[in-house]
């Protein structure tokens, strides 16, 4: 089979699967690529502990192109206020809606993944195919051929490697990546606490990494608890009570009664950049292009606004053009490397900042945290970047 579609997505995953929706709202076809099978979120599946934190800017992209439609509500963890404290000072926060109600909400990765999926299988202008993957390409002047795993092959007049951390696309462009670890890993697992407040994120700074605690309905809560990898296994393997009364301690906060719901997994913690967002024909996005520490719980996000950025830069030029083409893909470049770096490096002094234990770094985080407490202004602004 030899086929020819306006863009080719090599990763139907949660910002794969969106973007393909979004070039198909602006009239081009696309072929979504995708090595696993079509994922399927039933009622009767136990909960995934994978979730991601939506903005309330991409929930309404959510609405728009159908995909809320797909999922399953029960499941969907909105929150209109977050709060955030110092367990090493006097330092805390609270974030409310103050009239924009929703802030974001808790969604598992595999209901957005299965809800976009969905939506792209019905598409007019877009086909899936599952279970294969782009195995080498070739870039010249006019289009880009794909060979895929399955000895089909196709063409198109941009190639997108929105297909993960580890990328094959990006493997074969020879673009490098830089990359820092935090020597730390993120340990999820899912809650139920008692007397926790409704409709809102909690997170408790300790010297050795902050403990998130992420409202999905009904008391349950999604955590992930950010630990020095020496730290890791201790907290993995002990025993039930133990590991609550721990917990307890790092949260050092009273909501009553915490039940373990869960089994518990772990994640290593990492910072990287590729060094280009494109190269010719070939663009990355997403986990592909950056990944970033969890502590705003920014990272899926940020593969959004590339989406959104990528497809408005190509919804104004002729793909067939090579100056128009590249024209677009040097702003996309641009924007999304800034807007990346300020997000992820606004995350990289956020962690050591609140994992310095010094006397002035104490002092410093109460002071700042309790003066941003009063500023409304700045608030609101940090609000809307969280939101971005």
Not at 331 to 347: L, P
Request: charged share 20%.
């Amino acid at each position: 089979m030899t086929d020819h579609k306006d863009i080719i997505i090599n990763g139907a995953g949660m910002v794969g699967a969106m973007t393909a929706l979004l070039l198909a709202e602006k009239g081009f076809t696309v072929a979504l690529i995708e090595s696993q099978q079509q994922t399927v979120c039933s009622r009767k599946e136990a909960r995934q502990l994978r979730v991601s934190a939506i903005s309330k800017h991409n929930l309404a992209m959510f609405e728009r192109l159908g995909v809320m439609a797909h999922m399953q509500s029960s499941r969907i963890g909105f929150y209109d206020q977050m709060r955030v404290w110092d367990n090493h000072s006097t330092g805390e926060i609270e974030f409310n809606g103050e009239g924009q109600h929703v802030l974001g909400a808790m969604i598992e990765n595999n209901q957005i993944i299965a809800a976009a999926q969905q939506l792209a299988n019905e598409h007019s202008q877009i086909d899936v195919y599952y279970e294969t993957s782009v195995t080498e390409f070739t870039d010249d002047e006019r289009k880009v051929r794909v060979y895929l795993g399955d000895q089909n092959k196709m063409s198109g007049h941009l190639l997108l490697g929105i297909d993960g951390p580890r990328s094959q696309v990006r493997n074969q462009l020879g673009i490098e990546i830089q990359q820092k670890s935090y020597q730390q890993q993120g340990l999820v697992c899912y809650l139920h606490i008692k007397d926790a407040p409704t409709q809102t994120a909690l997170q408790a700074f300790n010297s050795g990494g902050p403990v998130g605690l992420l409202p999905m309905n009904d008391g349950l809560f999604s955590m992930v608890w950010s630990l020095p990898e020496d730290q890791v296994t201790h907290w993995l393997e002990a025993d039930e009570n133990y590991f609550v009364n721990g917990l307890k301690a790092h949260i050092n906060r009273d909501f009553g009664e915490i039940e373990l719901r869960s089994e518990r997994k772990a994640f290593p913690l990492k910072q990287t950049y590729a060094k280009a967002f494109y190269q010719g024909r070939v663009a990355l996005l997403g986990d592909a292009a950056h990944t970033i520490h969890p502590l705003a719980g920014q990272g899926v996000n940020l593969g959004f606004g590339d989406a959104e950025c990528l497809v408005d830069q190509l919804a104004q030029v002729m793909l067939k053009n090579n100056d128009e083409l590249a024209n677009a893909l040097k702003k996309y470049q641009r924007v999304r490397m800034a807007e990346v770096h300020k997000t992820s490096e606004t995350m990289h002094a956020l962690h050591h900042l609140f994992t310095n234990s010094s006397a002035p770094a104490k002092i410093l985080r109460a002071f700042g945290m309790n003066q941003l407490n009063k500023i409304k202004p700045i608030k609101q602004w940090l609000l809307g970047q969280a939101g971005s």
